[in-house]
């Protein structure tokens, strides 16, 4: 009997460790943690402190927010400056900043939940769930506005969509296309309004994304697929086929099975009017000033139609939410108890380059599938590993995600133009722990 009570304790330490292992990667946040215990110092976050301030009393930021974070343990969130400069209103860690292109990667990864539920492969060709688009290269552009074309040398697959090399709305066709919108937009006047929710360019009408797509797929190719780094418009057509092949919205796929799971309960493409406040003014550094911008794209969030929501911007939120994400790539696809995608999923997302050595993102820029690798001869600040992942939105905000040294990075901006502050930042970031 003794035998047998030895060997339900042995197998019950057994499970207890295994469960253990299992749940070794943070699922929260620790705030308030201790430095020493995390490897860091108060001497060295007023460092960063210092820094933050200066951008902000020599007129480079009307406001910031700063967030690191080492194995699941945050050492460093603090905003700076002002929401409302006009109005004296603080900066806080609160608040929400338009995200722009940081909407492309939880795209990226609600596709690549579809992947895991095998309704669709990388390397399927978009043709299969999508006969529209168009299998020509485009060459020149006739007089009348019709492109001259020749058959593409490679079908175009998802995993060009996800790497910016799809060829979509690229070249001569690219160029072509922002003419006519410029056409429109002049007859239409100046004051004539987009419909709601962040749109590429700021404009457009349609309902619903589909109708954009459909319209987009009308147009060949601007280079084959997978020859070239052609940044955004991909990013749309992906988020289409989010909502082709689930059934659903982008924005309910995206709010069940990525935003609600990881308790991202602020991040979304809209709000009620009781959250405009929530939102950072825009203001630009023109020659040594802040000048205040427009701040249509957080306007546009509040709205009683909200059907329209694109893949490649869109999102807004506080940077604490945004965290979560980053974390649970960190945590190779798990946070808050919830797995999003598998390890080996995000190792395929974040090891792999998908561009060719030569591309229009410079000397040895490399992307995956959602994301800019890092390596050698490309990173922002000296101190970032070669096994670095990220990206980043229009006006300032970025993100990196840092496997080798275990920590996930934040800076946000609300600014339309300003100075490149986020190296420095990222600089004295890693120099916490040196």
């Given at each position: 009997m003794k035998k047998i009570y030895l060997s339900i304790a042995l197998l019950a330490a057994f499970n207890c460790t295994v469960a253990q292992q299992k749940s070794a990667v943070p699922q929260e946040l620790h705030y308030n943690a201790d430095l020493k215990a995390a490897g860091t110092s108060d001497a060295k976050t007023k460092r960063i402190d210092s820094l933050l301030q200066s951008f902000i009393d020599q007129k480079k930021a009307s406001?910031?927010?700063?967030?690191?974070?080492?194995?699941?343990?945050?050492?460093?969130?603090?905003?700076?400056?002002?929401?409302?400069?006009?109005?004296?209103?603080?900066?806080?860690?609160?608040?929400?900043?338009?995200?722009?292109?940081?909407?492309?990667?939880?795209?990226?990864?609600?596709?690549?939940?579809?992947?895991?539920?095998g309704l669709v492969s990388v390397d399927d060709p978009v043709s299969k769930y999508f006969p529209e688009i168009s299998d020509k290269v485009a060459t020149a552009v006739k007089e009348d506005g019709t492109f001259e074309t020749r058959p593409v040398k490679t079908p175009m697959t998802f995993a060009h969509l996800m790497s910016h090399s799809?060829?979509?709305?690229?070249?001569?066709?690219?160029?072509?296309?922002?003419?006519?919108?410029?056409?429109?937009?002049?007859?239409?006047?100046?004051?004539?309004?987009?419909?709601?929710?962040?749109?590429?360019?700021?404009?457009?009408?349609?309902?619903?994304?589909?109708?954009?797509?459909?319209?987009?797929?009308?147009?060949?190719?601007?280079?084959?697929?997978?020859?070239?780094?052609?940044?955004?418009?991909?990013?749309?057509?992906?988020?289409?086929?989010?909502?082709?092949?689930?059934?659903?919205?982008l924005r309910e796929y995206v709010k069940t099975t990525i935003l609600n799971p990881l308790g991202m309960t602020e991040t979304d493409w809209y709000y009620e009017p009781s959250k405009m406040n929530r939102f950072v003014k825009a203001y630009s550094d023109i020659d040594g000033k802040l000048v205040p911008q427009s701040n249509k794209y957080s306007e546009t969030t509040i709205s009683t139609d909200q059907t329209y929501a694109e893949g490649a911007i869109g999102l807004n939120g506080p940077i604490g939410d945004y965290a979560k994400f980053c974390q649970m790539l960190l945590n190779k696809g798990e946070f808050n108890g919830k797995r999003i995608l598998k390890p080996e999923t995000i190792e395929l997302m974040t090891k792999v380059n998908r561009l060719p050595a030569e591309n229009s993102g410079g000397k040895g820029f490399q992307f995956g599938l959602g994301f800019e690798l890092y390596n050698a001869e490309k990173k922002p600040a000296p101190e970032v590993s070669n096994t670095a992942f990220a990206w980043g939105g229009l006006y300032g905000t970025e993100y990196i995600i840092d496997p080798e040294n275990n920590m996930i990075v934040l800076f946000y901006l609300n600014m339309p133009k300003h100075e490149p502050l986020y190296p420095r930042f990222l600089s004295k970031a890693y120099q916490l722990f040196k």
């Open positions: 406001s910031i927010v700063g967030f690191v974070a080492k194995g699941g343990n945050v050492v460093y969130n603090k905003a700076f400056g002002y929401k409302d400069v006009e109005n004296n209103v603080p900066a806080s860690v609160d608040d929400y900043y338009i995200l722009f292109s940081q909407t492309k990667a939880v795209t990226t990864v609600a596709f690549m939940t579809l992947v895991e539920k799809s060829g979509i709305g690229a070249g001569v066709v690219g160029k072509a296309r922002r003419a006519e919108m410029e056409k429109r937009n002049a007859a239409a006047g100046s004051n004539a309004p987009a419909g709601p929710g962040q749109r590429t360019g700021g404009v457009g009408t349609a309902k619903y994304l589909k109708e954009e797509m459909i319209a987009l797929a009308k147009y060949p190719l601007g280079f084959d697929p997978g020859s070239e780094w052609n940044y955004h418009i991909s990013t749309n057509m992906l988020a289409y086929m989010v909502e082709l092949i689930s059934g659903k919205s």
